[in-house]
T-cell receptor, first 114, second 112 residues
């Protein structure tokens, strides 16, 4: 099982739609969780951190389920500018106490269509 | 505050040559990651440095190597370049090994 798995997509949705991305991770000792956004031929940028209680930032909602080792990102009222690849990122314990490594999923491509 | 800076932004080399890519992390960040991203593909993990030490490396041949300096800046070296090494090389830094990482704009390496 891959450390961080995402549905590669692509997800093609109309403007105004709600879209959900899912991500699973294999290391139960994972510490931190993030969603990044990457535009074509650009560097990934942090979209939001994911907290155990779930968190919301405008149209974006992130959820974490530690028991199922599952993270989700919900985008409401999709805009054309949301078209990008969304990367799930997990920080997992690595070789000894206090050391964690960030692991990126391969990303899910979203295209919002007019 | 300056973000992660990478140099050069573009690099053209011929097959068999060596390339050196540089990364300056955000001030105070001690963890540096290197990734390779070929056109249209996902991020491939190359190397992770933390506190001056190599902590992990991805599934790449030994001709990909690097180091982290005492000021936490980092260098990626690619020897005996092959055409397939053409890609965007991204560096990211984080304050601690479990906090969010911030990326530089990358070095676009073209091997001809």
């Amino acid at each position: 099982r891959k450390e961080v798995e995402q549905d590669p997509g692509p997800f093609n949705v109309p403007e105004g739609a709600t879209v959900a991305f899912n991500c699973t991770y294999s290391n139960s000792a994972s510490q931190s969780f993030f969603w990044y956004r990457q535009d074509c031929r650009k560097e990934p940028k942090l979209l939001m951190s994911v907290y155990s209680s779930g968190n919301e930032d405008g149209r974006f909602t992130a959820q974490l389920n530690r028991a199922s080792q599952y993270i989700s990102l919900l985008i409401r009222d999709s805009k054309l500018s949301d078209s990008a690849t969304y990367l799930c990122v997990v920080s997992s314990a690595y070789s000894g106490a206090g050391s964690y490594q960030l692991t990126f999923g391969k990303g899910t491509k979203l295209s919002v269509i007019p | 505050e300056a973000g992660v800076t990478q140099s050069p932004t573009h690099l053209i080399k011929t097959r068999g040559q060596q390339a050196t890519l540089r990364c300056s992390p955000i001030s105070g960040h001690t963890s540096v990651y290197w990734y390779q991203q070929a056109l249209g593909l996902g991020l491939q993990f190359l190397l992770w440095y933390d506190e001056g030490e190599e902590r992990n490396r991805g599934n790449f041949p030994p001709r990909f190597s690097g180091r982290q300096f005492p000021n936490y800046s980092s260098e990626l070296n690619v020897n005996a370049l092959e055409l397939e090494d053409s890609a965007l090389y991204l560096c990211a830094s984080s304050l601690l090994s479990y906090t969010e990482a911030f990326f530089g704009q990358g070095t676009r390496l073209t091997v001809v």
